[in-house]
C-alpha cells in the first residue's frame, strides 16, 4: 500500500461516519484485497497519523479494532503487522459484533433489505427472550443481509418498544444505532444448530428448498443484565461459519 492511499482523498467522506471507523474500514478493505498483504508492517501511529492527517488517538482507535478483529498483530518492541487471513468468514463467537461489522472485518461491502418492520406483540418466544409479557409490544425487524451482492442471511431482530420506538430508523446497522442512543448489549448468548430451509427463505437466499443452513438465535444484554435485543438468523453455511476460541481454565 503506497503512502498516498492512506491520504484523507482514499478514505474519508463527510457525514459518512466518524473518521476512525472511515480510515477502520479503509485499512480492512485494503487487508481483504491484498494491498497491505500478509506480513506487511503498518507505518508507525505517528508517521500513520500525518499520512492520514488524522490525529494519533483516530489511529490508535482504528488500529486497535482491527488487532481485535484479529486481522492485525502488534508485536512489542517491533511493530504492527497483517496477520494471515482467514479464507472464509468466520467471526469469533467471543466478539459481539453485528453482520455488518462481520462483513466489513472481511473487507466485503453489507448491504440490507427491509422485508418486514413494525411494532407487534411479542411471540411466546421473544416474551421468553426479552421478560416481556403478552400485552408489552416489540420492535420488530425482518432483513435479507447481503454481501458484495450475495445474499447470506435472513434476520429477524426483536427489540422491546422502549429500546426501539421506532423500527424505521434503523440504518444499514443496529448495533450502530443502539451504541448512538447508547444502548448496545454488553454481552450476548447465541445458540447455533443446523436447519433445513423452508421454501420462503430458500427462495429469498437463493438456495433449494431444504438446503442446510446455520440458524442462531442471539439474546443481548445490557451490563445491567437487562435482555433487551433478540435476534434469530437463517445463515448460509457454504460461505458462512464460526470459530470459537477455547481456554483450559488453569484450576481445572
Request: no cysteine.
Amino acid at each position: 500500500m503506497q503512502p498516498q492511499q492512506f491520504h484523507p482523498d482514499q478514505w474519508f467522506t463527510a457525514g459518512h461516519g466518524p473518521r476512525y471507523e472511515q480510515l477502520y474500514r479503509h485499512l480492512s478493505k485494503a487487508i481483504a484485497a491484498g494491498d497491505l498483504a500478509q506480513a506487511t508492517q503498518l507505518p508507525p501511529e505517528r508517521d500513520l497519523a500525518e499520512l492520514a492527517q488524522v490525529s494519533r488517538v483516530t489511529v490508535r482507535k482504528a488500529v486497535a479494532q482491527l488487532v481485535a478483529d484479529g486481522v492485525l498483530d502488534q508485536r512489542r518492541g517491533a511493530g504492527t503487522f497483517v496477520r494471515p487471513a482467514r479464507s472464509r468468514t468466520e467471526p469469533y463467537l467471543s466478539k459481539l459484533l453485528s453482520f455488518t461489522e462481520y462483513m466489513l472485518h472481511r473487507g466485503k461491502t453489507p448491504t440490507s433489505s427491509v422485508i418486514n418492520q413494525g411494532i407487534f406483540y411479542p411471540t411466546p418466544d421473544e416474551q421468553l427472550a426479552l421478560g416481556l409479557s403478552a400485552a408489552d409490544r416489540v420492535a420488530r425487524i425482518e432483513r435479507l443481509r447481503a454481501a458484495d451482492g450475495i445474499a447470506m442471511a435472513v434476520e429477524w431482530s426483536s427489540l422491546p418498544q422502549d429500546i426501539l420506538p421506532d423500527p424505521a430508523s434503523v440504518g444499514a446497522s443496529l448495533y450502530d444505532l443502539l451504541r448512538a442512543n447508547g444502548t448496545a448489549p454488553a454481552r450476548a448468548v447465541q445458540r447455533i444448530r443446523s436447519v433445513n430451509l423452508p421454501a420462503t427463505e430458500a427462495a429469498l437466499l437463493n438456495l433449494p428448498e431444504g438446503s442446510a443452513v446455520l440458524r442462531i438465535d442471539r439474546t443481548g444484554f445490557l451490563a445491567s443484565g437487562r435482555p433487551i435485543e433478540f435476534t434469530r438468523g437463517l445463515y448460509r453455511s457454504d460461505i458462512y461459519d464460526f470459530v470459537a476460541e477455547l481456554r483450559l481454565e488453569a484450576n481445572l
